[in-house]
């Protein structure tokens, strides 16, 4: 623990905080009386920002916070860390528990992370063809943005996918669609990882199905499935059904995967879009890995065990702008998982133990104004990524908030990885940040705070019960609020949008018009009418009834009411993502929140 | 007229779920004294324009963010029209490329904030723009 000794007499001197909540050495009090003192008096320090607001502390002095709006010190020393502090007991090495300095004894070097780009839009016929371009290019894997419609469970026809059909993804409808998707894409060799979640098992299942089409061994295939449905009712809204069947989804794919797709990642938890949505860093680190938490007793109710779904979890942060206390997140996340996995789920599988995890630049921080200065602020977030060991990465397109990316701006964000990667030697290195009083000081911060929410939700009877309680939304709600005031009151500054503005023309941005609604619309037509209907309905029947009963894990298979196996037989009939979300919709009902503003 | 007077009714239409933007104008909104009303999700055009009735606002916001305001936007316009509620003042805020503006102002459309408007100069719109009922507004 740190001493809270405070020196009263200097309360309100500029430089009382080097004596609070901390044990300076008689070097640094000398420093701060000899050195600092008569340094702030000639010139006092200046917030970033206007001084106003979160700006100033009680006695009118500039403070200084992290983008999160935690309070920043001018100087860290050795009094920042516990006075047990020591480099072996605190961090490990690295492969080694706690994992903090990373998850791989050799870091980057015999491995670097994966350049991963999300992308898809329009038609499956034009996706291919840009991940043909993004591999050709030097991408190392394949991320699928799918369109709203399918995100949602629609096929492109349906009334409700109107105005949406391909807009912010690819429009994906039946098993056909995917087979054009990864046309001339060996899936044996190619990791890829899609961004689906209520209708997950739907995707992935016409994804096996082309896989071994292919020819490919399911054995062998390997990529990720987002599947994380807590976040869709936290963060991102994106669900169908309520939340219990949605988790009995999700554990069918555990299930399902552990047995038959060892290499693949059947879930992908993720604080991306908590983070998006306005939530401070420690928030999206700490209902993150709660989220994992739940996922894990829902699995262990289902009788699986820990140590064999364990190492097929996988995760998804955010890199935001402010540098250190990201790096601080991804490292603090690491400890957190492993003493989770370790002490409250009495895992033993080293695997179980790492927190392996995908990262993407954060692409609400990357404003409309000025938008080639995103390049500037994706660089620096990709570069916090690979710092904090990210396994994959995605660098967001600098023209994020106008539009999905043209051909060039996604060449520019992968390109950005390049160059951190082969240019600026920060990959030679483990965790070269490792030991800086600043980093290790914000990276126990973090995993107190995380902790200190895990209380809170343990409390509340889990993530399911506080998610419908509305608390983890009414907790991002009031951070993104508080950002904006700052924001709009220049208290953090965002440049080109509220300082350093000038006037300037609008960009050339993709455009995505009607006509692949159209087409998708009459492919379906053709479909309907070439397959067997009479087949497909019996297989969604087979389907209903498999998902109203309660699967239960067997000793030697998978849950006879499992649905993966019955989602799998009515994509090879060419049932559409819309047919099957629609069946189970009859099953489940649907969801919808309880509005909080 | 008077800020406590002005009702807005803030929605979210079509398929997309990421509302951080609409529900930090609503509480925007009702930090400056206006009335909101916040739907919610999903909504098609005649809940949203049936709740504008029922809720008696002055001014409709939409949020779209996901490409489909050519599709949702006119509708709800159509609606309004058939509902002779052409004193309800329609806004709409989200990723709205330059190229459809002239389209949706020419259909009625009083404002449209693209990203990076300040909330500020959003009220200040709305209180500047928002029409006169029947009854004096005091």
Redesign the interface.
Known sequence: MMPKDKTPQVAESPIADVFEGRHPSDAEKQWAEKTLAPTLEKAPEKPIGAATGVNLDEHGHAKFTTISGVPIRRLYTQADLPEDWSAEKYLGFPGQAPYTRGIHASGYRGKLFTMRQFSGFASPEETNQRYKYLLQSGGSGLSVAFDLPTLMGYDSDHAASEGEVGKCGVAIDSLEDMEILFDGIDLEKTTVSMTINSPASVLWAMYLVVAEKQGADWKKISGTLQNDILKEYIAQKEYIYPPAPSMRLVIDTFEFGSKFTPKFNTISISGYHIREAGSTALQELAFTLYDGVEYVEWALRRGLEVDEFGPRLSFFFNAHNDFFEEIAKYRAARKIWYQVMKNRFGAKNQRTWLMRFHTQTAGVSLPAQQPMNNIARVALQALAAVLGGTQSLHTDSYDEALALPTEEAARIALRTQQIIAYESGVTQTIDPLGGSYFLENLTLQMEQGGFDYFNKLDAMGGMVKAIERGYPQKEIAEASYQYQRAAEAKEKITVGVNEFVIEEESPHILYIDETVAKQQTAKLKALRGRRSNEEVARRLNALKKAAAQEPKAEANGISPANTMPYIIDAVRAYATVGEICEALREVYGTYTEVSIT | MADSKIRVL?AKP???????GA??I???L?DAGME?I?????QTPEMIVSASLQEDVHVIGLSIL???????VPRVMDLLRQNKMEDVIVVVGG?I???DIAALKQMGVAAIF???T???DIVKFIRANVKPRGVPAV
Do not use: F
């Open positions: 803030v079509g398929l997309d779920g990421h509302d951080r529900k930090v609503a509480r925007a009702r909101v916040y739907t919610g999700l999903r996901s490409g489909a305001h050519n599709a949702i990723i490329p330059d190229q693209q990203p990076g300040a909330m500020d």
